[in-house]
């Protein structure tokens, strides 16, 4: 289950839609099941990295959703398909991801709360939170 965020621009009218939640194909499941699916969900190098844990590792356990990220330096938001693997409760591994413009970290950010970022379009602090067109999935 999730939650669609709407964005849109007041100044371009650019607009765009951003997950959280697990759901669709993206959810948590045994690395042996993900393993044995003929499609790949997640990026290369986490599935390649799945692969070489699972070598090391029994009963790994693939914790995935979709999480939003902004990015500190140009406050532009973005929804990653996070990753995480766990053997028992160790975390082995967790998704980072770079900003696509600065190359600066993305934090995951706390979407509920944040009422307005930077637009990806125009670049200018008008990219606000449309309260009407959120949406909730399962």
């Known amino acids: 289950m999730g939650h669609t965020h709407a964005y849109r621009c007041t ?3 650019y607009e765009e ?3 959280r939640g697990h759901g669709f194909l993206i959810h948590s499941q045994p690395a042996s099941e993900y393993l044995k699916q003929k499609t790949r969900y997640f990026h290369y190098k986490t599935h390649r990295l799945i692969k070489e844990l699972s070598k090391k590792y029994n ?3 693939i914790k995935a959703g979709f999480e939003v990220y902004i ?6 938001l973005s929804d990653k398909v996070e990753v995480k693997i766990l053997k ?4 082995l591994h967790r998704s980072e991801f770079r900003c696509n413009s600065c190359k600066a970290r993305l ?3 706390n979407i509920h709360r944040l009422q307005m970022a930077v637009c990806p379009k125009c670049h200018k602090k008008t990219f606000q939170l449309n309260q009407s067109a959120q949406l909730l999935w399962a």
């Open 11 to 13: 100044f371009c009218g």
């Open 17 to 19: 839609e951003f997950n």
């Open 59 to 61: 009963h790994l356990f």
């Open 71 to 76: 990015c500190p330096r140009c406050k532009i």
């Open 88 to 91: 028992d409760t160790e975390l």
């Open 107 to 109: 934090r995951r950010t």
